[in-house]
């Protein structure tokens, strides 16, 4: 993949989009009822242009632990020093776009745990009763918290060539859309006026790769412990997964809210690794559940809205003797107003054939 950017917008355009025999036929068929839901509990802002600014505290954990209890000491304990990011975000009809870029400010200061390198964009498509997300992760430099199990050392090993990207398109369905919005405390384009719980479905494709640039995962005293792992450099996984959820958001004078929602996901992962100085391996398969949660809080109002959100997943999988595990977690603030739509942009999203559907 030589242009992983490149390949995420496509897919983005790819699942938001159809045929254009598809578009030709459905513009001589009568035009169906827009979705409306229940005013009594959820507005919209489908016309004004929704402007936020927030700043993110992300966190990343990649374990690689012996299955063998003996060897256990051996597991690397990836974590990224990372600092705290700043960003911008845009909501706009069903589009939303999430961009952030790193400060000087928060834990990646560090300096004895090294720099970790960051890019993410996030890209979703929404109606009351789905949201559609395309994300991209790239995160390259971390440090083995585990080191002082298996050096005699008060200090940890740098790994600045362990590298992490992440492509994917994950989906969101609201059974209960005309009057639990789950896009509210998400993307601030809608806003919920009364208490609500909503069941929820979720899918999505994945692929990530776990590489070293120039060295394998693990360091020599570990591989020497633990040698069934000792010459993989990387591990690359696509994975398939779905599950049902649920989600509530509690509304108080109808401004300030709490929202929860959680997901039991069933996962199939399907993996390769490379060896060093010899060929990738066969694909092989893994089966797992896991659990995927989020919280958030804070004030929404027809134009002013402020928010924290905390959210996270997790990934297993199982290979060569070793449980491969990835922890991704974000904490939001988020801070907005919504304004009156610039003539210009709403002539540019009517000449966008797909996005009036």
Known sequence: MHNPILFFILICLFYSSTPSKAQ???????????????????????????????????????????????MEKYRSDFRGNFSDQIGLTLAYKKISLQFGIKTPFGPGKSDDKGKTKTLGIIIRVRKPNYILEGQYRRYRGYYDNNTPNYVPTDTVAVRPDIQFNHLGVNGIYNFSWKKYSYNAPLTFNDRQLKSRIGLLAKAGIN????????????????????????????????????????????????????????????????????????????????ANVYYESAIGFGYNSKRLFAGVNFNGDINTMRIRGASIRTNFATIFITAGYRFNTPKFLKTGYKKVGFLNK
């Open 207 to 286: 692929y990530m790769t776990i590489s070293s640039n120039d060295s394998t995962l693990l360091s020599s005293v570990q591989a020497s412990g633990f040698s069934a792992f000792d010459d993989v450099r990387a591990i690359n996984a696509l994975l398939l997964k779905a599950g049902p959820g649920l989600g509530v958001n509690i509304v108080v004078f109808k401004r300030f809210y709490l929202a929860l929602s959680g997901f039991l996901m069933g996962n199939l992962v399907g993996y390769t690794y490379d060896v060093k100085d010899k060929d990738r391996s066969k694909w092989g398969l893994n």
């Open 24 to 70: 030709e036929e459905s513009e001589k068929k009568p035009k169906k009822p827009s979705l409306a839901a229940d005013t009594n509990y959820i507005t919209s802002y489908p016309d004004l242009l929704t402007i936020g600014l927030y700043t993110a505290s992300p966190i990343m954990q990649l374990t690689i632990k012996p299955l063998q209890k003996d």
